[in-house]
């Protein structure tokens, strides 16, 4: 879907009005400044994606593209629901691997971690639940020491890799995803830049930035197009296009 800038508005303001993170809106319009597109400027809103993994039930976490993904049953029908998400910065970047949920916690208190008072010795050992807790108002403990999903009082942060390693969703996403979410969900943290799949027929291909070359990328795509018996299908020309431009975006690589 398209959006057309009327006032001062930023990509970053469009970003959570639209429930992206500021990665996917800048990838998906490299073209244009996010802090002052002018105002006419028609903005490119990604609105659909490739699904990562297919769970049974549980949580899926695509660190390359940001994003997180629930399957859930409700009436016996079976759902997925996508929120975009902050990650881990250099150096505490978040693990990748398969745990669970623990513990859910409304309100949180924070304590604060040691190498980050080393960081910032003015912060005090705890922070309360409010306004200046970087938590926000719920935190889904994982299997993992030190790690979790929670809010956050920053959320022009989500779709960027700023935190200790924790996930980081909108405050009105992890309002919703707490809702459903309970002790023992399973969660799979994975860091994949390429995705395949098909709809209506057509193969599609997904590519997010990544520090890998364009020749490791087009390597891991047609082996995951291999895998899924699809290789005779696939235009090799739109494939390299799609890897070269990684807009994050959806895009077809059929015949």
Not at 21 to 41: C, L, Q
Not at 131 to 137: F, R, V, Y
Not at 181 to 195: F, H, M, Y
Request: aromatic share 10%.
């Amino acid at each position: 879907m398209t959006y057309t800038i009327e006032n001062k508005e930023t990509l970053i303001i469009l970003a959570r009005a639209y429930d992206v993170g500021y990665n996917e809106i800048t990838d998906a319009n490299r073209n244009i400044d996010p802090w002052v597109p002018a105002k006419g400027t028609r903005v490119l809103i990604p609105n659909s994606w490739l699904l990562p993994e297919v769970l049974d039930k549980g949580i899926i976490i695509n660190l390359a593209e940001m994003r997180l993904y629930y399957f859930f049953y409700l009436d016996n029908h079976k759902y997925v629901s996508t929120y975009p998400i902050g990650i881990g910065r250099q150096g505490f970047n978040t693990p990748a691997g398969t745990y669970h949920i623990t513990l859910k916690v409304k309100d949180p208190v924070w304590r604060v971690p040691e190498d980050i008072r080393k960081e910032k010795p003015e912060l005090p050992a705890f922070v309360l639940p409010g306004t200046d807790n970087p938590l926000g108002k719920y935190w889904l403990q994982l299997s993992v020491n030190g790690y979790g999903i929670h809010g956050t009082n920053k959320p022009y942060g989500i779709g960027r890799r700023v935190s200790h390693g924790c996930i980081r969703l909108y405050p009105e996403d992890i309002e919703l995803l707490s809702v459903f979410v309970e002790p023992g969900t399973p969660v799979k943290i994975i860091d994949e830049a390429v995705k395949i799949g098909m709809h209506n027929n057509k193969v599609y291909i997904e590519v997010h930035r990544t520090e890998e070359t364009d020749s490791a990328l087009i390597q891991i795509a047609a082996e995951k197009i291999s895998r899924k018996r699809l290789l005779k299908y696939v235009d090799t020309e739109l494939m390299i296009r799609a890897i070269e431009s990684a807009t994050g975006l959806p895009a077809v690589i059929s015949r």
